[in-house]
């Protein structure tokens, strides 16, 4: 299904407005190029617009994605769209790619557990995802910080889930 590009304006615009969404890499350009790769979900409402999204984003590393920019127009939450938007998403994983998620996010954490993603425990992160792939992008702590962050694996604040394709 072709979006009109007025949609993916308002799209960019809506998620760059949302503060745990890392802003910086969602233009309408980037949204939109993702989708046409087959490498987000967005569903369409002819009031609305576009109404759900999600994607998998390219990593400095080729053999890793991240999942993100998931978003929910506040009309149409709490109808399972996220839960029905995330299965469709990893099901998009390419063979041999292994998609990576860092959340804090309660409602986050169980659709990774609803769709058998595994949590990585803190002191694993690196044996399984390169750090500049993992905490490199992070726009939390500062750059001296990263390698000692203290929320790495935290509950609270970082968790991070792998699925493979």
Same mark, same amino acid.
Do not use: Q
């Given at each position: 299904?072709?979006?009109?590009?007025?949609?993916w304006l308002k799209l960019a615009k809506a998620i760059q407005g949302e503060k745990a969404i890392m802003g910086y890499r969602n233009t309408a350009e980037n949204l939109e190029?993702?989708?046409r790769e087959k490498l987000a979900v967005a569903f369409f409402d002819e009031d609305d617009g576009i109404v759900v999204f999600g994607g998998l984003?390219?990593?400095i590393d080729d053999g890793f994605l991240e999942a993100g920019s998931f978003w929910v127009h506040s009309k149409h939450r709490n109808k399972k769209y996220s839960s029905e938007m995330f299965q469709t998403l990893t099901s998009l994983i390419? #063979?041999?790619k292994t998609a990576i998620l860092i959340t804090h996010v309660d409602k986050v954490v169980h659709l990774m557990e609803k769709n058998q993603w595994t949590e990585v425990m803190?002191?694993?992160? #690196? #044996?399984?995802v390169?750090?500049?792939?993992? *905490?490199?992008? *992070?726009?939390v702590v500062s750059e001296e910080e990263k390698k000692t962050c203290i929320y790495r694996g935290d509950k609270k604040h970082c968790r991070m889930f792998l699925k493979v394709g």
């Open positions: 299904m072709s979006i009109d590009k007025k949609h190029k993702l989708y984003w390219n990593t390419p #063979e041999k803190a002191g694993g992160w #690196e #044996e399984k390169p750090f500049r792939v993992s *905490c490199g992008p *992070c726009d």
